[in-house]
């Protein structure tokens, strides 16, 4: 089966522009996970959408983050304005359900680079 | 408060050497463990995972790791390393309840001599 697809891989872009990251899950799977990962560091939640709705943004930078899970499928996940403390690898992952513990499905990442 | 800790922030090995990597866990539930591996440039792999039953479980690529509830541990071991196994070695810990949210150690990063 196809894994989880992001794009783009690399993204670098000066403080204060947008940028915006895509997701693809693996076809069926309800939860989708975006997270951020700081070099030396664990990776860190941002979001969770079951479906289309949000189940968990309590890590989300909200005033400069945002995410959105259209029709239950793809996500975007978006930074406006970018700041230099936001250059990390961006992770999207996806599981079956929320119901029960299900194995988390991770895509290759995205690596934003803030200048 | 939960969190999970890897003591070990990087570890050199020799190829063909036995591994174990520390992850020990603060976790008022009963805790479902995972052990994931990140490649340079790549994504989290799963490697093993323990949610009840036998304490050791069996994972991809040649890996075990043990649950200790006493000791609140985790370890991953292997008994012969390969170059290939140069990577970024992750434990993590969640519960049925908390929105399954995943806790991570800060991982250990593994370097093997030839």
């Given at each position: 089966e196809a894994g989880v697809a992001q794009s783009p891989?690399?993204?670098?872009?000066?403080k204060r522009q947008s940028v915006a990251f895509w997701c693809n899950p693996i076809s069926g799977h309800a939860t989708l996970y975006w997270y951020q990962q700081i070099?030396?560091?664990?990776?860190?939640?941002?979001?969770?959408?079951?479906?289309?709705?949000?189940v968990d943004d309590s890590q989300l930078p909200k005033d400069r983050f945002s995410a959105e899970r259209l029709k239950g499928v793809d996500s975007t996940l978006k930074i406006q304005p970018a700041k230099l403390e936001d250059s990390a690898v961006?992770?999207?992952a996806s599981s079956l359900?929320?119901?029960?513990?299900?194995?988390?499905?991770?895509?290759?990442?995205?690596r934003l680079t803030v200048l | 408060a939960q969190s999970v800790t890897?003591?070990?922030?990087?570890?050199?090995?020799?190829?063909?050497?036995?591994?174990?990597?520390?992850?020990?866990?603060?976790?008022?539930?009963?805790?479902?463990?995972?052990?994931?591996?990140?490649?340079?440039?790549?994504g989290l792999q799963l490697l093993l995972k323990y949610f009840s039953g036998d304490t050791l479980v069996q994972g991809i690529k040649g890996f075990e790791a043990e649950f200790k509830r006493s000791q609140s541990s985790f370890n991953l071991r292997k008994p012969s390393v390969h170059w290939?196994?140069?990577?970024e070695y992750f434990c993590a810990v969640t519960n049925a309840g908390n929105n399954r949210k995943l806790i991570w150690g800060l991982g250990t990063s593994l370097a093997v001599n030839p």
């Open positions: 891989r690399y993204k670098i872009i000066e070099l030396g560091q664990g990776p860190k939640l941002l979001i969770q959408f079951q479906n289309n709705g949000v961006y992770l999207c359900a929320l119901a029960g513990v299900n194995e988390q499905f991770f895509g290759p990442g995205t | 890897q003591p070990d922030i990087h570890i050199t090995v020799s190829e063909g050497a036995s591994l174990e990597l520390r992850c020990n866990y603060s976790y008022g539930a009963t805790p479902y463990l995972f052990w994931y591996v990140q490649s340079p440039g790549q290939s196994d140069a990577a």
